[in-house]
């Protein structure tokens, strides 16, 4: 009979519900875990005054220095501007002084880094122009950048490119240029529109400016402000 009493006492905690023992796993369960990247895209400008940006995916409880500086930069080690706490994270809308150091640029690089250590950043530039607010457009769910890789070369004549997770409805200029500029300010070749996103494959005329050269950058910038752009560079012989 001894050995009955402490055997039916572990039977009924086998049998007992976890209680507190499943509270940590319920309380991880129900936390908002974040996900993906901070980025931000250039709201309106008053030349030589200020810039506004709205930022997009902000993680919660974070601090960020903004920092403005040299145009090709992304704005590391530029001057400090401001700082700002991001709350509840998500999308916001701040608005910065630009530095007296840097009035009177063509353009300039704005960049928000953590200052807590989480590692997260974001850049982007604008020119230095009075711009007006433009409405905001509806979210069309759209996460990421677009990129894209080089398919095939005519030598002097055309680039064809792979492009993948272009966003909606946006409208992208096509530049080529010298080596090592990323297509910053290169020549336009074209245009084109993105539609629905995703992936397309389109061949650009390469300018008669950069025929003869040995290599040669090509990049794709939004023209409607949303900030989204892509580079990449390719040799001008034909290929494959």
Do not use: C, H
């Not at 063509?106 to 250590?117: D, L």
């Not at 677009?146 to 993948?164: C, E, L």
């Not at 390469?206 to 040669?216: F, T």
């Amino acid at each position: 009979m001894k050995y009955l009493f402490p055997f039916i006492i572990g039977l009924a905690l086998i049998l007992a519900p976890l209680g507190e023992m499943g509270g940590l796993q319920a309380a991880r369960a129900s936390g908002q875990l974040y996900s993906g990247y901070p980025t931000f895209s250039i709201s309106s400008v008053i030349r030589d005054k200020s810039v506004t940006i709205k930022t997009y995916n902000l993680p919660r409880d974070d601090i960020f220095r903004v920092r403005m500086g040299y145009m090709g930069t992304r704005g590391v080690n530029g001057i400090k501007v401001k700082s700002f706490e991001t709350g509840l994270g998500g999308t916001k809308t701040f608005e910065f002084s630009i530095p007296s150091e840097l009035i009177g640029l063509y353009q300039i690089a704005i960049r928000i880094e953590s200052k807590t250590g989480s590692g997260y950043f974001a850049y982007n530039w604008f020119y230095n122009n009075t711009t007006a607010v433009k409405p905001p457009k509806p979210s069309s769910g759209y996460a990421g950048y677009p990129t894209f890789s080089v398919a095939s070369v005519v030598r002097n004549k055309s680039v064809t490119v792979s492009i993948v997770n272009l966003p909606p409805n946006d409208s992208f200029r096509v530049r080529m240029g010298y080596m090592g500029t990323r297509g910053v300010n290169g020549y336009t070749a074209d245009s084109f529109k993105s539609g629905k996103g995703g992936a397309k494959q389109l061949t650009f005329t390469i300018p008669a400016e950069l025929k003869g050269l040995k290599q040669i950058a090509i990049r794709i910038e939004s023209k409607t402000g949303s900030g989204y752009y892509a580079f990449n560079w390719f040799y001008n012989n034909t290929y494959p």
